[in-house]
């Protein structure tokens, strides 16, 4: 690991401050990322700017059926917090499945969302609730949010703060796991939400998607057969050694299936 | 250098560090505590699971510097003051929950947190097999492993269902 000066502030305004102050900053929440990044040698910030220390960050509310998770709340908090298991036990789940419990111990909403990885669950909740990310200087909704692969929307040195979730009529999520890492080889959430049917797929392609064909059949009927001939198709889809693009695309059919029939 | 105070078991440790050291290596380099290992480079084995404030977290995946203030608890913190083996360990002694030993301090610092993340509920085989996820054992297979968590976790006053 390359040295950096480390900074550890306790607001937001100081964080941004901070992060101008430094040539190449880099804030750090959770580590889980960042740090194996760093041990790699991938990354040489001169500034890492600890997150953690900020009380704006933490938290979760439920009020006016939204649920509102601090960007700096850890996996495991999301995943054990009575009022998020209540409100969409979906997001809890998700939660609760992301890598291992030392994982989820550390590694953080905000973080996971920034880093925005190919693979990940949470932009699968954003996506398929349809939230809307709170930044230290705007909103922004989930599908703005997620430009491409390793991409968001953030300017460097904007925060995330917050992330507002509506609570869905019902909703669920499923992946199909990396047996090592647990990452998303494939990740579905299916949600029917005040705007609609909503179907959001992580793991397959650069970043999170929805899928248009399969949210206006389950509009119509509300059943796994319903989606079962929409066809996924490959082009656009990773392929590396955990998978090949044509068999993400036929995943994503099934793992589509498998979570409608647990709710429908 | 950063001056940085943790709390390890139980004694608190001030001390200089670079912001990079890893809190595995103030660990093991710093207060030569090598009971907590490091078996990989990505992040994935759980050799290096301590807790901070009662959390399972891996040592090689966390700064020292954000320890800083915090109650951390390694392997050699888990027994009585006199060398008598907790519970747990002395379960994995009895049910051949290691060969090598090799990733043993942290499948200890993991099934403690584990046992304490599941008091409200019965413990089955199924949530010890998930909530090891984050620890790999090249030599066991696991079996003496999850029979070990068990009876340690009962030894603890946890309630634990049946474990082939
Ligand atoms: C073994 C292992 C298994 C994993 N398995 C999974 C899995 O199954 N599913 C999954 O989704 N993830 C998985 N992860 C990733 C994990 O969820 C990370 O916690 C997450 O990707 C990053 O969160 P963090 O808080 O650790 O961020 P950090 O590593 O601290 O930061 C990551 C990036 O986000 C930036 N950042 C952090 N917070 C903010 C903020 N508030 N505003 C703006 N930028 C910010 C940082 O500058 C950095 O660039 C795994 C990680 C490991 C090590
Ligand atoms: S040394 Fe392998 S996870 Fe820490
Ligand atoms: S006992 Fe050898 S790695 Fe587990």
């Given at each position: 690991?390359?040295?950096?000066?480390?900074?550890?502030?306790?607001?937001?305004a100081?964080?941004?401050?901070?992060?101008?102050?430094?040539?190449d900053?880099?804030f750090?929440?959770?580590?889980?990322t960042?740090?194996?990044?760093?041990?790699?040698?991938?990354?040489?910030p001169?500034?890492?700017?600890?997150?953690?220390?900020?009380?704006?960050?933490?938290?979760?509310t439920?009020?006016?059926?939204?649920?509102?998770?601090?960007?700096?709340?850890?996996?495991?908090?999301?995943?054990?917090?009575?009022?998020?298991?209540?409100?969409?036990?979906?997001l809890?789940?998700?939660a609760a499945?992301i890598g291992?419990?030392?994982?989820?111990?550390?590694?953080?909403?905000?973080?996971?969302?920034?880093n925005?990885?190919?693979?990940?669950?949470?932009?699968?909740?954003?996506?398929?609730?349809?939230?809307?990310?709170?930044?230290?200087?705007?909103?922004?909704?989930a599908?703005?949010?997620?430009?491409?692969?390793f991409?968001?929307?953030l300017?460097?040195?904007e925060?995330?703060?917050?992330v507002?979730?509506?609570?869905p009529?019902?909703?669920?999520?499923q992946?199909f796991?990396?047996?090592?890492?647990?990452?998303a080889?494939?990740?579905?959430?299916?949600?029917e939400?005040?705007?609609?049917?909503?179907?959001a797929?992580t793991?397959?392609?650069?970043?999170?998607?929805?899928?248009p064909?399969?949210?206006?059949?389950?509009?119509?009927?509300f059943?796994?057969s319903?989606?079962?001939?929409?066809?996924?198709?490959?082009?656009?889809?990773?392929?590396?050694?955990?998978?090949?693009?044509?068999?993400?695309?036929?995943?994503?059919?099934?793992?589509a299936?498998?979570?409608?029939?647990?709710?429908a | 250098?950063?001056e940085?105070?943790?709390t390890?078991?139980?004694?608190?440790?001030?001390?200089g560090?670079?912001?990079r050291t890893?809190?595995?290596?103030?660990?093991r380099?710093?207060?030569?505590?090598t009971?907590?290992?490091?078996?990989?480079?990505t992040?994935?084995?759980?050799?290096c699971?301590?807790?901070i404030?009662g959390?399972?977290v891996?040592?090689?995946t966390?700064?020292a510097?954000?320890?800083?203030?915090?109650?951390?608890?390694?392997?050699e913190?888990?027994?009585?003051?006199?060398?008598?083996?907790?519970p747990?360990?002395?379960?994995f002694?009895?049910?051949?929950?290691?060969?090598?030993?090799f990733c043993?301090?942290?499948?200890?610092?993991?099934?403690?947190?584990?046992?304490?993340?599941?008091?409200?509920?019965?413990l089955?085989?199924?949530?010890?097999?998930?909530?090891?996820e984050g620890?790999?054992?090249?030599?066991?297979?696991?079996?003496?492993?999850?029979?070990?968590v068990?009876a340690?976790?009962?030894a603890?006053g946890a309630t634990?269902?049946?474990?082939?």
């Amino acid at each position: 690991m390359y040295a950096f000066d480390y900074n550890h502030p306790k607001t937001t305004a100081e964080a941004e401050a901070a992060f101008k102050a430094g040539d190449d900053a880099s804030f750090i929440a959770g580590g889980q990322t960042l740090i194996p990044t760093l041990k790699q040698r991938l990354r040489q910030p001169s500034h890492v700017i600890d997150l953690s220390g900020i009380a704006d960050l933490k938290g979760i509310t439920v009020a006016n059926s939204m649920v509102t998770i601090g960007a700096g709340t850890c996996h495991a908090d999301v995943a054990a917090s009575a009022d998020v298991r209540k409100a969409i036990p979906a997001l809890a789940h998700l939660a609760a499945h992301i890598g291992d419990p030392q994982v989820r111990n550390r590694g953080t909403l905000g973080g996971s969302i920034a880093n925005n990885d190919p693979a990940a669950d949470y932009p699968a909740a954003l996506v398929g609730l349809g939230a809307t990310v709170h930044t230290s200087s705007r909103q922004i909704t989930a599908e703005d949010f997620f430009t491409g692969m390793f991409e968001t929307a953030l300017n460097p040195g904007e925060l995330v703060v917050r992330v507002a979730f509506p609570v869905p009529k019902r909703a669920a999520y499923q992946k199909f796991p990396n047996p090592a890492s647990r990452y998303a080889v494939v990740g579905v959430m299916v949600a029917e939400t005040a705007q609609g049917i909503r179907v959001a797929v992580t793991g397959a392609g650069p970043s999170v998607f929805r899928v248009p064909a399969m949210e206006a059949a389950l509009a119509q009927n509300f059943s796994a057969s319903a989606i079962s001939g929409v066809q996924i198709p490959a082009d656009d889809l990773n392929s590396d050694l955990h998978a090949t693009s044509e068999y993400r695309a036929h995943l994503v059919g099934v793992i589509a299936q498998r979570v409608v029939a647990s709710i429908a | 250098m950063v001056e940085i105070t943790v709390t390890v078991n139980g004694a608190p440790q001030k001390a200089g560090v670079e912001p990079r050291t890893l809190l595995v290596e103030f660990l093991r380099e710093q207060l030569r505590l090598t009971g907590t290992h490091v078996g990989c480079d990505t992040s994935q084995c759980g050799a290096c699971t301590v807790h901070i404030n009662g959390r399972s977290v891996k040592a090689c995946t966390t700064l020292a510097v954000q320890a800083d203030g915090q109650n951390v608890t390694t392997i050699e913190g888990v027994a009585a003051k006199d060398g008598t083996l907790h519970p747990m360990q002395a379960a994995f002694k009895e049910y051949h929950g290691l060969q090598c030993g090799f990733c043993t301090p942290g499948m200890v610092m993991s099934a403690l947190a584990l046992v304490e993340r599941n008091r409200a509920a019965t413990l089955t085989e199924d949530v010890i097999r998930a909530e090891l996820e984050g620890n790999l054992c090249r030599c066991t297979g696991y079996q003496g492993i999850v029979r070990s968590v068990a009876a340690g976790a009962k030894a603890m006053g946890a309630t634990v269902g049946k474990v082939e």
